[in-house]
């Protein structure tokens, strides 16, 4: 007679009820185990890693440009050196300031061309008692040498997302899954399935059953959880049975954190 199967060793989780370490074999991470302070079932899972901590980002301090001195500009203009023409200050600078006063004159006028075509929009959008308000509005600050600019916005209203319910969450056939042969898990689970058919992400997805013995009478319970299901995804979900004379497993109720 084959000795009965002993655990590689002993892991521990987070009760997902209380949040206390419970202790459960190896081979039953995935199912399902009962909480020795609250006295639950909670879901068995791989301990989780310490995270490492990121490196502390690196401060790059900039290199201060040095002003080099702008060499001091002579009242006096330069001497003509043979063989070439000197340029007069007086002559460059009047240039530049003509080339300023061209430039000015040019986005004044367009500013202007730009106002009136506003203007003459707003009024073929409005009503002649509209169109009389809006010029008195708009002599007013004319008068003080204020001028006026005109703000187009465009009001929309706020994009709503897709509305969920529990609907959206069917729950495929429910069978009872025993152990084989004399290794391995023998823990006896509620299988079943269970597909998002929304077009958004459920979180907090809990499935609860009832157990029925072979009269039909209900004689135990059990359920499973997830944390996130994606839109489309199928769910194989799995509820450990803790007495053996459950003989099949119905659906209790769907619940979701939100």
Same mark, same amino acid.
């Given at each position: 007679m084959? #000795?009965?199967?002993?655990?590689?060793?002993?892991? /521990?989780?987070?009760c997902v009820h209380c949040g206390a370490n419970v202790e459960f074999p190896d081979y039953a991470v995935g199912g399902m185990a009962l909480c020795s302070s609250c006295g639950?079932?909670?879901?068995? @899972?791989?301990?989780?890693?310490?995270?490492?901590?990121?490196?502390?980002?690196?401060?790059?301090?900039?290199?201060?440009? @040095?002003t080099v001195p702008k #060499?001091?500009?002579s009242a006096a203009p330069p001497q003509a050196k043979?063989?070439?023409k000197s340029f007069n200050p007086a002559l460059i600078l009047l240039v530049a300031v003509a080339l300023a006063g061209a430039v000015f004159?040019?986005? /004044?006028? /367009?500013?202007?061309?730009?106002t009136k075509a506003n203007e003459s929009? @707003?009024?073929?959008?409005k009503g002649p008692a509209q169109e009389g308000n809006a010029r008195t509005n708009a002599?007013?600050?004319?008068? @003080?040498?204020?001028?006026?600019?005109?703000?187009?916005? #465009?009001?929309?209203?706020?994009? /709503?997302?897709?509305?969920?319910?529990l609907e959206q969450l069917k729950?495929?056939?429910?069978?009872?899954?025993?152990?084989?042969?004399?290794?391995?898990s023998r823990l006896i689970y509620a299988v079943g399935t269970l597909t998002n058919t929304s077009t958004i992400e459920r979180l907090g997805i809990r499935v609860d059953l009832d157990l029925v013995n072979a009269g039909g009478a209900k004689i135990d319970a059990t359920s499973d959880y997830k944390d996130t299901l994606a839109p489309n995804e199928v769910w194989t979900f799995r509820g450990v049975i803790h007495d053996p004379l459950a003989m099949s497993s119905k659906l209790a109720k769907i619940s979701e954190d939100n």
């Amino acid at each position: 007679m084959s #000795a009965p199967y002993q655990p590689k060793k002993y892991l /521990r989780c987070a009760c997902v009820h209380c949040g206390a370490n419970v202790e459960f074999p190896d081979y039953a991470v995935g199912g399902m185990a009962l909480c020795s302070s609250c006295g639950k079932s909670t879901v068995t @899972s791989m301990p989780k890693e310490p995270e490492k901590a990121a490196p502390s980002p690196q401060v790059v301090t900039p290199t201060p440009v @040095s002003t080099v001195p702008k #060499a001091p500009i002579s009242a006096a203009p330069p001497q003509a050196k043979s063989g070439k023409k000197s340029f007069n200050p007086a002559l460059i600078l009047l240039v530049a300031v003509a080339l300023a006063g061209a430039v000015f004159y040019l986005a /004044r006028a /367009r500013n202007s061309n730009a106002t009136k075509a506003n203007e003459s929009a @707003s009024r073929e959008s409005k009503g002649p008692a509209q169109e009389g308000n809006a010029r008195t509005n708009a002599q007013a600050p004319a008068r @003080s040498g204020a001028s006026v600019q005109t703000n187009r916005m #465009a009001t929309t209203e706020p994009a /709503r997302g897709p509305a969920k319910s529990l609907e959206q969450l069917k729950v495929g056939e429910i069978k009872i899954q025993r152990p084989k042969g004399t290794k391995g898990s023998r823990l006896i689970y509620a299988v079943g399935t269970l597909t998002n058919t929304s077009t958004i992400e459920r979180l907090g997805i809990r499935v609860d059953l009832d157990l029925v013995n072979a009269g039909g009478a209900k004689i135990d319970a059990t359920s499973d959880y997830k944390d996130t299901l994606a839109p489309n995804e199928v769910w194989t979900f799995r509820g450990v049975i803790h007495d053996p004379l459950a003989m099949s497993s119905k659906l209790a109720k769907i619940s979701e954190d939100n």
